[in-house]
Every structure is written in C-alpha cells, then in structure tokens.
C-alpha cells in the first residue's frame, strides 16, 4: 500500500511541476491533457475493452469535470481564488474540466490498486480509505502548484497557502462522487471493485 500511495504523489508532483511551469501557455496544457485523457481511456478499452468500469470511468470523468467547472465558475465569481498568469486577463485557464476529469480517473486507479492487495474488507474502512485520500492528495497537488505561482487562495486559515475550508470542500467534492457511484452501482446490482464490491471478485 505505501508503494501505491508513494507512486500516487509522485505522479502529482510531476503533474503538478508541469502545470506549474507551463500555466502562463494553457492552452498547451489543455491539449496535453486532452491527448492524455484520450490515452487513458485507449488504454482501458484495449485491456477491458468496453466493460462496466470503462463506462464508469467515462461518466465518473464528465461529472467530476463538469462539477468541477462550476465549483471554479462558483470561486472565481466571488474571488475567493484567482489565477495567474492567463493571457487577455482571463480567470479561468483552458486546462482546469480536463483537471477536474483526471481527478477522477486518477482516484479511481489509487483506490482499485489498494483494494486489489485485499487489505480492506468493509465499506466503513473503505470510505475512510476515500476520505484520508480525499484530504491529503489533491492538498498535496494545490501545494505544488500554488508555490509555482498558478494561483492564490484569498480565504484564511491556510495550511501551506491552501485554506482549511478548500481542503474540506476537497474532500466533500470527491467523497459525494464516491457515494454518488457507490449508490449507482448498488442501485442497479453493478459489480465493481471500488463502488460495489460485494461479489469478492476481480473485474
């Protein structure tokens, strides 16, 4: 589990380097990004070809990056954080729904590898699993990225420059997804080993 975890933030402070170094060319990290994310899901359709978790995954990406975009419309409308850096004096940078999307993708993977080693058995240590993984990793990235210069909090109480309420917000965002996929999952008797692992099976 601590090689999973270990290789998850060194992904994000790669990913994050990346932004953090080309966020004055967005632009350039939203095709970056956009062939990534078409990469990603090549790669899942040719091992698992189109099965339920490539449909989870495409859906769970669309709403991650759709609600993502509101909660950005929603903080940079009332300047609670401004970006830096855009060309025309925008506020809002083309990569971020592609962000938001491989977010989801991203979780997606870290919490499948750690069920797989078999080390949680129920859905209460399973959620807690999701909720540390929901506080620490996307602050680890915001860390990276805001001392890069790509943006600035102005709401207070910060814990190295991210505020204590972005970080619950963090958390509430990607834990309502998971309950959201859970609840979908169990509804319509769909197996799959991060929302409805009940059948104790591989996919």
Request: charged share 15%; with cysteine.
């Amino acid at each position: 589990m601590l090689k999973i975890i270990l290789r998850a933030v060194i992904s994000l402070f790669i990913i994050g380097c990346l932004i953090g170094i080309f966020h004055k060319y967005d632009l350039f990290l939203c095709i970056f990004l956009s062939i990534y994310l078409v990469y990603k899901f090549y790669r899942e359709i040719k091992i698992h070809s189109i099965n339920t978790k490539v449909v989870l995954l495409f859906f769970g990406t669309l709403l991650s990056g759709f609600l993502g975009v509101l909660a950005e419309l929603w903080g940079i409308e009332n300047g609670y954080w401004l970006y830096h850096g855009l060309s025309d004096n925008r506020q809002f940078p083309y990569w971020l729904p592609l962000a938001w999307g491989l977010t989801f993708m991203f979780f997606y993977q870290i919490e499948e590898s750690i069920l797989k080693k078999g080390f949680i058995k129920s859905f209460k240590i399973k959620f807690l699993m999701v909720l540390l993984l929901s506080a620490t990793l996307p602050t680890w990235g915001e860390i990276i990225t805001i001392y890069l210069g790509v943006w600035t909090y102005t709401w207070p109480l910060q814990f190295f420059k991210v505020p204590l309420l972005a970080i619950f917000l963090l958390v509430a965002f990607h834990t309502s997804i998971f309950l959201f996929f859970t609840f979908i999952c169990k509804r319509f008797n769909i197996y799959n080993l991060v929302f409805n692992n009940i059948k104790n099976k591989h996919i």
